[in-house]
């Protein structure tokens, strides 16, 4: 068993998870993480993301580790019409539902928010997808890279004169698991007043187009379409990164004119101030390049640390470009509890990113529950929601409607791993 989810402000509420990969199970874990009751209904042959290489943990992959804690996991088929029921019956006692499909599967399966509403009135519904429930791409397929492509973002991302590069965060999927948790909590709310459930409507492409923010704001007000951003600021050339002595990068963002002057006497140079190119804030974007080739030869004087510790010692933020490996390790994320422990039944130990939400009180530090095992809480979820007998699931397991992990069993990896 998966044990009770940890308490926090959403305790009390009840998820039904029909998501799958990314963009869905990072919205439903985000709900887990803030104490909600998180259900999640995969196929028998779990869901997608289990078997996604290169790295397993007893037969789960660690992208799926990554994103699914704080859950349960029931297997229902939904290839029957027996699971159909099964998971309309479990909607009418939840106070979420959430699902990633393309549109039209769901009323195919007949467990679209119509369908649902005339049983369980009070659910709130999100669907997450490519391109949303209207308009003419609303069918197409997508994927994170899809949505970056197609929202213009990719064409922000690089060097210019070369290719556009995807970001190397999926922020189609986790932004589009963001906005659809902010709906259902804003839905959640309206409901006290009225009584009723929500449908909400979260679109991967939508959800990036809104990530352009004043990049795109800059376009509809200029006409002019910005290129790839580089290691800078289209309107502040103190915003950048500069590679140091050591070959670390330092990102500056001396934004101010105090900042600026005070990055001219820290790197030896005060006398850009009275420079008439550098003069002001106008004439330090204009002559952008001439100031970046003084700063790079100067940044390249010293090592990173040095820089940064001088940058620091006059409130200039500053901060080196961490790999991975650096960030996952520095002081102030392990202080803030963002690498988070769990350990499986089995004594399997796994290390994620953690939970940005802090709150004032222990709620938001009690241990997170391990990722389910797929169907490790088919039965006691079915019991006590449903109010099935043991003959009852033992028949509909023997029909292949449901399955209940067992020790030892396979779950998702593929075979050699």
Same mark, same amino acid.
């Given at each position: 068993m998966s044990g009770d989810v940890a308490r926090g402000p959403l305790a009390g509420l009840r998820v039904l998870d029909l998501t799958q990969f990314l963009s869905g199970p990072f919205g439903t874990q985000i709900l887990g993480d803030l104490g909600a009751e998180v259900i999640k209904v995969e196929p028998p042959a779990g869901e997608l993301s289990r078997s996604v290489p290169p790295y397993f943990v007893e037969g789960d992959s660690a992208y799926y580790l990554a994103v699914n804690r704080n859950k349960k996991s029931v297997v229902i088929d939904l290839k029957t019409p027996q699971g159909v029921a099964l998971v309309k019956e479990l909607a009418a006692?939840?106070? #979420?539902l959430i699902e990633n499909n393309r549109?039209?599967?769901? !009323?195919?399966?007949? %467990?679209?928010?119509? !369908? %649902?509403?005339a049983v369980a009135p009070r659910l709130v519904y999100c669907s997450i997808s490519g391109f949303g429930q209207t308009g003419p791409d609303k069918d197409l397929p997508a994927y994170d890279m899809i949505v970056q492509a197609m929202s213009g973002g990719m064409s922000l991302t690089g060097v210019a004169g070369d290719e556009p590069v995807r970001a190397g965060i999926p922020l189609g999927d986790l932004t589009a698991g963001m906005y659809g948790v902010i709906g259902i909590l804003a839905a959640l709310q309206e409901r006290q007043h009225t009584g009723f459930g929500r449908f909400v409507d979260v679109a991967m492409l939508d959800a990036q187009i809104a990530l352009l923010c004043y990049q795109g704001a800059y376009y509809l007000q200029s006409g002019v379409v910005p290129g790839p951003q580089g290691r800078g600021h289209d309107s502040i050339p103190t915003y950048r990164s500069f590679t140091c002595g050591d070959g670390v990068a330092v990102v500056v963002t001396a934004n101010t004119e105090r900042m600026w002057a005070d990055l001219c006497r820290v790197l030896g140079v005060p006398e850009l101030v009275a420079d008439a190119r550098f003069k002001t804030a106008a004439a330090r974007l204009a002559n952008r390049v001439a100031l970046w080739e003084v700063l790079e030869a100067r940044f390249r004087a010293?090592? !990173? !640390?040095?820089?940064?510790k001088q940058l620091r010692g006059v409130s200039i933020p500053c901060g080196p470009v961490h790999s991975l490996d650096k960030a996952l390790q520095a002081e102030q994320v392990l202080h803030r509890d963002m690498v988070l422990k769990m350990r499986s039944a089995a004594g399997s130990r796994v290390r994620v990113p953690g939970n940005p939400i802090k709150f004032d009180d222990a709620s938001e530090g009690a241990p997170p529950v391990y990722p389910p095992h797929l169907g490790q809480d088919t039965d006691a979820v079915l019991r006590e929601l449903l109010g099935l007998q043991p003959g009852e699931l033992g028949v509909?397991?023997?029909?292949? #409607?449901l399955r209940q992990f067992e020790p030892g069993q396979p779950t998702g990896a593929p075979a050699g791993h």
């Amino acid at each position: 068993m998966s044990g009770d989810v940890a308490r926090g402000p959403l305790a009390g509420l009840r998820v039904l998870d029909l998501t799958q990969f990314l963009s869905g199970p990072f919205g439903t874990q985000i709900l887990g993480d803030l104490g909600a009751e998180v259900i999640k209904v995969e196929p028998p042959a779990g869901e997608l993301s289990r078997s996604v290489p290169p790295y397993f943990v007893e037969g789960d992959s660690a992208y799926y580790l990554a994103v699914n804690r704080n859950k349960k996991s029931v297997v229902i088929d939904l290839k029957t019409p027996q699971g159909v029921a099964l998971v309309k019956e479990l909607a009418a006692h939840c106070d #979420v539902l959430i699902e990633n499909n393309r549109p039209g599967v769901m !009323a195919r399966l007949g %467990l679209d928010h119509e !369908a %649902l509403k005339a049983v369980a009135p009070r659910l709130v519904y999100c669907s997450i997808s490519g391109f949303g429930q209207t308009g003419p791409d609303k069918d197409l397929p997508a994927y994170d890279m899809i949505v970056q492509a197609m929202s213009g973002g990719m064409s922000l991302t690089g060097v210019a004169g070369d290719e556009p590069v995807r970001a190397g965060i999926p922020l189609g999927d986790l932004t589009a698991g963001m906005y659809g948790v902010i709906g259902i909590l804003a839905a959640l709310q309206e409901r006290q007043h009225t009584g009723f459930g929500r449908f909400v409507d979260v679109a991967m492409l939508d959800a990036q187009i809104a990530l352009l923010c004043y990049q795109g704001a800059y376009y509809l007000q200029s006409g002019v379409v910005p290129g790839p951003q580089g290691r800078g600021h289209d309107s502040i050339p103190t915003y950048r990164s500069f590679t140091c002595g050591d070959g670390v990068a330092v990102v500056v963002t001396a934004n101010t004119e105090r900042m600026w002057a005070d990055l001219c006497r820290v790197l030896g140079v005060p006398e850009l101030v009275a420079d008439a190119r550098f003069k002001t804030a106008a004439a330090r974007l204009a002559n952008r390049v001439a100031l970046w080739e003084v700063l790079e030869a100067r940044f390249r004087a010293d090592s !990173a !640390a040095h820089w940064t510790k001088q940058l620091r010692g006059v409130s200039i933020p500053c901060g080196p470009v961490h790999s991975l490996d650096k960030a996952l390790q520095a002081e102030q994320v392990l202080h803030r509890d963002m690498v988070l422990k769990m350990r499986s039944a089995a004594g399997s130990r796994v290390r994620v990113p953690g939970n940005p939400i802090k709150f004032d009180d222990a709620s938001e530090g009690a241990p997170p529950v391990y990722p389910p095992h797929l169907g490790q809480d088919t039965d006691a979820v079915l019991r006590e929601l449903l109010g099935l007998q043991p003959g009852e699931l033992g028949v509909l397991k023997n029909q292949g #409607v449901l399955r209940q992990f067992e020790p030892g069993q396979p779950t998702g990896a593929p075979a050699g791993h």
